[in-house]
């Protein structure tokens, strides 16, 4: 399974970004996909998830904030962040599980200025 994941940039307090993850090597409707991101000196963590039926669950510090999708035709997840604060700044993940492992995309780094 190859992720590649794209979107990231600067932007400010309150303001909206949108992230992409492209899916290919497996069959991208019936994978679980998530965001994780990592900040500066931070242990990766858990962002969003989404299910094969749809389905979601957040983190409680994006919930609310944050909105994951999928489409499956163009084997693509997104994820929306709204509402951005600069404690948001990270590199952000999308990943899935299958075959026994976990994949992870390349990252994609998001900046949010105070």
């Known amino acids: 399974v190859q992720l590649q994941a794209s979107g990231g940039g600067l932007v400010q307090a309150g303001g909206s970004l949108t992230l992409s993850c492209a899916a290919s090597?497996?069959?991208?409707?019936?994978?679980?996909m998530a965001w994780y991101r990592q900040a500066p000196g931070k242990q990766r963590e858990f962002v969003a998830r989404?299910?094969?039926?749809?389905?979601?669950n957040y983190a409680d510090t994006v919930k609310g904030r944050f909105a994951v999708s999928r489409d499956n035709a163009k084997n693509t997840v997104y994820l929306q962040m709204n509402s951005m604060k600069p404690e948001d700044t990270a590199v952000y993940y999308c990943?899935?599980?299958?075959?026994?492992?976990?994949?992870w995309g390349q990252g994609t780094l998001v900046t949010v200025s105070s």
């Open positions: 990943n899935t599980f299958t075959w026994h492992r976990d994949y």
């Open positions: 090597g497996s069959t991208f409707s019936s994978l679980t």
């Open positions: 989404i299910y094969s039926g749809g389905s979601t």
